[in-house]
């Protein structure tokens, strides 16, 4: 998932220059801080660790992970989660930020986990999906992410699977294609509830964002059952989009999934 933060330039600039004497350990370190965070090549997520100097990237709790069911822990439906989706919400405008398309939304949308409320701010997808379930990849992976008032974010995962065409990634492909750098104002409405999450089953897990700085304690909420999009809907967003803009799997480590059903 992606988040903008403001780079730390000044501070990691002056860092580098105060320990570096002779000017090739500056003009080397200028070049490394040069290096932003990419799907390929030298600043592909292997790297994420080396080039994200203050990020989590290295941390125990990282995400994305595969999701092995039998070793999730079952959890009869308690209403954790509930999903306030309201017709009316706008789309603000659609950007391509050079590492996924992304929408953005105006006030509207939230859901409830855990007795706090979270406000969707944006969806973005990833080709093919970060999230496995039993190793399997899927061919797109969407993240609507929400942000409470104290900055808490639960993001909702959703696996597509290619079959029937998507009226809903009909509506959002409308507004492509986008080159990178850019930005439309759409200013439309869009319903959410088509996607009928209510009651369906879902994995959660704690995790971070998939992308620098990788921040941790991001509740994810996966949903078991993958939604159908079309084989050319799944082919235009992967246009639109750097290729292969997902992170690889990272290690559960001391964490436990729990399946809500
Ligand atoms: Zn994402």
Redesign the pocket.
């Known amino acids: ?2 988040v903008k933060i403001a780079l730390l330039l000044p501070l990691t600039l002056m860092a580098n220059m105060s320990c570096t004497n002779s000017k090739h350990d500056i003009s080397e370190g200028l070049r490394q801080h040069n290096l932003h965070w990419s799907y390929s090549g030298e600043t592909s997520p292997e790297h994420w660790i080396d080039i994200e100097k203050n990020s989590d990237c290295g941390g125990r709790h990282q995400s994305p992970i595969n999701i092995i069911h039998n070793n999730a822990n079952p959890a009869k439906n308690q209403n954790e989660l509930n999903i306030q989706y309201a017709p009316n919400t706008l789309i603000s405008k659609v950007e391509n930020n050079g590492h ?1 398309i992304q929408f953005d939304f105006e006030a509207g949308d939230s859901i409830n986990y855990h007795n706090e409320t979270y406000h969707l701010k944006q969806i ?1 997808f ?1 080709e093919p999906s ?1 999230h496995r379930i039993n190793g399997i990849i899927y061919p797109i ?1 969407m ?1 609507l992410v929400h942000v409470s008032k104290t900055g808490s974010i639960s ?1 909702l995962g959703l696996l597509g699977e290619e079959g029937d065409e998507s009226q809903l990634f009909e509506f959002f492909e409308s507004f492509l294609p986008i080159k990178e750098g850019m930005i439309k104002d759409i200013h439309q409405k869009i319903d959410l509830s088509s996607l009928f999450l209510e009651d369906k089953p879902y994995y959660s897990y704690k995790g971070s964002l ?2 620098p700085p990788c921040t941790e304690n991001v509740n994810w909420i996966v949903f078991k059952e993958p939604i159908i999009l079309s084989v050319e809907e799944v082919l235009k967003l992967k246009n639109n989009m750097p290729i292969n803009n997902y992170r690889n799997e990272q290690p559960l480590n001391d964490r436990v999934v729990t399946y809500h059903f």
């Open positions: 998932m992606y996924s973005h990833h970060e992976e993240h993001v998939t992308t």
